[in-house]
């Protein structure tokens, strides 16, 4: 088959690779239907997640069709159309039977496009089928679906409730890519006050406005004054960091307010600092994570409701083997005006 293979940062190219087979009782292989990028293959490309090895098929994100289960999986057969998640489950361990999945102890977790062969491919072995699957009611478009595997989960757990957004409350995303969009999108639910957007690139804002953000400023500018402004002098109830480098967690420390809440959602690759000597007098929640993807069930009934602006951030549409080209796209956003990119098998 071919597959997108990581080659080492700043390396990867569209391959010819074995199909994958059934390893273990509990795996299924999927036949790639609708594919995505993540921020987060970028900063594998960067070098920013070292566990990474060469050779590795990349991606985290899918929907298709089952083409073979293995013996031991219960729920699934081969013909059923599934939303991959990003997160595999084994069901039996501590964490999984807290529905922590993403802390699972017996080799689930993030480990697809990380630590096996992922899903920008035109199959993929997907292990802990059962609990890694679900399956997708034929009203939910598979361009639609896509941003479950990831983003819309990752967005609402990692940022809106670790977050705790509440009625009323003054929130500040910072970083407007596809995750902070969905998490602006998934933040209203709780009807916040005010929502604020922040980013390098026009376009990202220009989007957040779209998706409902009530104010925009770009990251260069004086997003601290902006803040203390809209707040009384006090900062954010809820300010969520989805961008992954140093200087935006540090912004988010000094735009919280005290008794406030910092989600951190960004992959980062460098140490940030924590200036604990401002920070420890301000009875602050600073929370990190990966994403559990507990919430899928839970999202996939508000996407199939028409609940979730999912239609407003998907932009391109590639063919599977353009895949460099939307890789491309993708991290060039700001100038190709790219949200979330929709690959799907000619
Ligand atoms: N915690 C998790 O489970 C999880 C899951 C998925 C993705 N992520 C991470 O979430 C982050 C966002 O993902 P994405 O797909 O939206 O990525 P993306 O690369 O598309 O978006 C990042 C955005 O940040 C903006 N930006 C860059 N530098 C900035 C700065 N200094 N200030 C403000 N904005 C800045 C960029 O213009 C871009 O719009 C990434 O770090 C990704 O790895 C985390
Ligand atoms: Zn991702
Ligand atoms: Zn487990």
């Known amino acids: 088959m071919r597959a997108l293979v990581f080659h080492g940062p700043g390396q990867f190219s ?166 902070g969009l969905a998490a602006v999108a998934t933040a209203r639910l709780y009807s916040p006050g005010r929502i604020v957007a922040v980013d390098l690139a026009q376009s990202r804002l220009d989007a957040a406005k779209r998706l409902g953000a009530d104010d925009v400023v770009q990251a260069e500018e004086d997003v601290e004054g902006f803040v203390r402004g809209i707040t009384g002098g006090l900062g954010a109830d809820v300010v969520m960091e989805a961008v992954g480098v140093p200087q935006s967690f540090e912004l988010c420390t000094r735009i919280v307010r005290p008794g406030g809440h910092v989600a951190n959602i960004g992959v980062h690759g460098k140490p940030a600092a924590l200036h604990l000597e401002d920070l420890w007098i301000k009875n602050l929640t600073i929370t990190t994570g990966l994403v559990d993807t507990s919430s899928t069930p839970a999202l996939l009934r508000m996407l199939a409701a028409g609940r979730l602006p999912a239609a407003e951030l998907t932009t391109h549409t590639f063919a599977l083997d353009a895949m460099e080209e939307a890789y491309d796209v993708f991290s060039r956003a700001a100038e190709t005006g790219a949200l979330k990119v929709v690959i799907n098998r000619s």
Request: hydrophobic residues 35%; charged residues 20%.
């Open 14 to 179: 569209w391959d010819t690779v074995p199909d994958p087979a059934i390893q273990q009782p509990t795996d299924a292989i999927v036949r790639v239907d609708t594919t995505t990028i993540c921020g987060t293959d970028l900063h594998i490309l960067k070098g920013d997640v070292p566990e990474v090895r060469p050779g590795t098929v990349l991606g985290h994100e899918a929907v298709g069709v089952i083409t073979e289960t293995g013996d031991a999986v219960g729920s699934f057969q081969a013909g059923d159309r599934v939303l991959v998640s990003c997160i595999s489950g084994c069901g039996r361990c501590r964490y999984c039977r807290e529905g922590a999945y993403g802390q699972c102890l017996s080799g689930g977790g993030w480990i697809l496009g990380h630590l096996v062969d992922g899903t920008q491919a035109e199959y993929v072995r997907v292990p802990f089928a059962d609990l890694s699957l679900h399956k997708l009611p034929d009203e939910v478009p598979s361009e639609q679906a896509i941003l479950l595997s990831d983003i819309l989960p990752t967005a609402y757990e990692v940022g809106v409730l670790n977050g705790r957004v509440t009625p009323g409350d003054t929130v500040v995303i910072v970083g407007a890519g596809p995750i």
